[in-house]
């Protein structure tokens, strides 16, 4: 493989001890896998799309060794692949933003039960038109997401978006991502819980140039209590 940086997403264990580790790759989402505890390793190309340079993508394997990967791609919105065979093959590319959204940045997947997933990012609908021609002002506003499916291996999967800020109070403003989002950097994780609830952490960024915000810089815990169970 080419030499395009090393930085790549967390990576993950399965059930069966295969290790599993995202990265963006030449703008292209890859993803290696080892069998023997990393010392042999296979790369698989996830999907003939670009993944943008910047964000690390993520991955995680449900009890069944279903696979589940999310990137953004080149318009800056996260898509979410499956295999069902180890990486052998993939879906097709699904995008699952909340509806209404223009960019968003930081994707990141937990799996649940099989066929049950929750991704968290940070989402505007403020930016609009061509990429490298987009501005950032201090009225584009970003919140948290929580996207979550329990039919994912399905051939029409439904997803259940909302936001984990009150959006009055947005996370940031201006210009976020892709590579870093201000003082919230990268901070952003999703945990589905034993009562099957995704819970999302964020990082609250918006201090001075946030008119009318609540906090100065805080950690903020968001859940989707609404919705299927996905344990």
Known sequence: MRQCGGLHGHGVVGEDGTVYLPKEHCEQPWLSISKDEGVTWSHVKVADDVAIFGPDPSVDVDKKGNIYYVYLNEMRMPNLVVSKNGGKSWSKPMMFAAPGLTETVHGTVDAGKPGSVAMAYYGTNDVSGKIDKREYPLTVAWDGFITMSDNV?????????????????????????????QDAVDFIDVVIGPDGIPYASLADSCTIPCEGAKTQFAAIVGAMVYGPKLR
């Open 153 to 181: 291996l399905d051939a029409k999967p439904v997803f259940y978006s909302g936001t984990v800020n009150d959006p009055s109070d947005p996370l940031t403003r201006g210009e976020c991502g892709p590579r870093r989002c």
